[in-house]
């Protein structure tokens, strides 16, 4: 499956890769802000919010 994006290039074994691809890299969808006060960093899937949130 590859990204509908011209020139971008990117393909992908998986529809619903294709699309969590599109939304975060080319749309820049970020729906998840880290609670931690002051931080302020915010992530396009909650796995890597997860992963980030360990880091405090």
């Known amino acids: 499956f590859p990204c509908p994006v011209e020139g971008c290039?990117?393909?992908?074994?998986r529809a619903e890769h294709v699309?969590?691809?599109y939304k975060s890299i080319h749309l820049?969808?970020?729906?998840?802000?880290?609670?931690?006060?002051g931080c302020g960093k915010v992530f396009s899937r909650t796995d890597n919010l997860t992963q980030?949130?360990?880091?405090h």
Do not use: L, S
Request: glycine fraction near 4%; hydrophobic fraction near 20%; include cysteine.
């Open 9 to 13: 290039g990117v393909r992908f074994n």
């Open 52 to 55: 980030h949130r360990n880091t």
């Open 19 to 21: 699309q969590r691809h």
């Open 28 to 37: 820049k969808v970020r729906p998840f802000e880290c609670p931690e006060p």
